[in-house]
């Protein structure tokens, strides 16, 4: 599966941004989808994380985003979300869209995720 990441921008503190991340190649519906940021001098960090269709969609979240970002998908446009909101500097990052198509491996462990995006940058301004 292919992964094309956009929506990424430069926003001020408490504004907000919707990534997008559109896919192309094989059964999205079937593949768990999830958002991974690595600033600049840091490792890369789990975002967020969808379940495929089959496991029910449930959602996952890193405590720091709890509250403020939501992901979803729409299986019929083969695309993932991720709506950014109360945005602060610390969320600044390069943003990652992963898929993987089995369940096995801890879902915030980026060496199960078989597949990345380009990335996308986000910069929220103080």
């Known amino acids: 599966v292919q992964l094309q990441a956009s929506g990424g921008g430069l926003v001020q503190t408490g504004g907000s941004l919707r990534l997008s991340c559109s896919t192309s190649?094989?059964?999205?519906?079937?593949?768990?989808m999830g958002w991974f940021r690595q600033a600049p001098g840091k490792e890369r960090e789990f975002v967020s994380a969808?379940?495929?269709?089959?496991?029910?969609?449930?959602?996952r979240y890193t405590d720091s985003v709890k509250g403020r970002f939501t992901i979803s998908r729409d299986n019929a446009k083969r695309t993932v979300y991720l709506q950014m909101n109360s945005l602060k500097p610390e969320d600044t990052a390069v943003y990652y869209c992963?898929?993987?198509?089995?369940?096995?491996?801890?879902?915030?462990?980026?060496?199960?995720?078989?597949?990345w995006g380009q990335g996308t940058q986000v910069t929220v301004s103080s």
């Open positions: 992963v898929a993987r198509s089995h369940t096995a491996g801890y879902y915030f462990s980026p060496e199960t995720y078989g597949y």
């Open positions: 969808i379940g495929s269709s089959g496991s029910g969609s449930g959602t």
């Open positions: 190649g094989s059964t999205f519906r079937n593949y768990d």
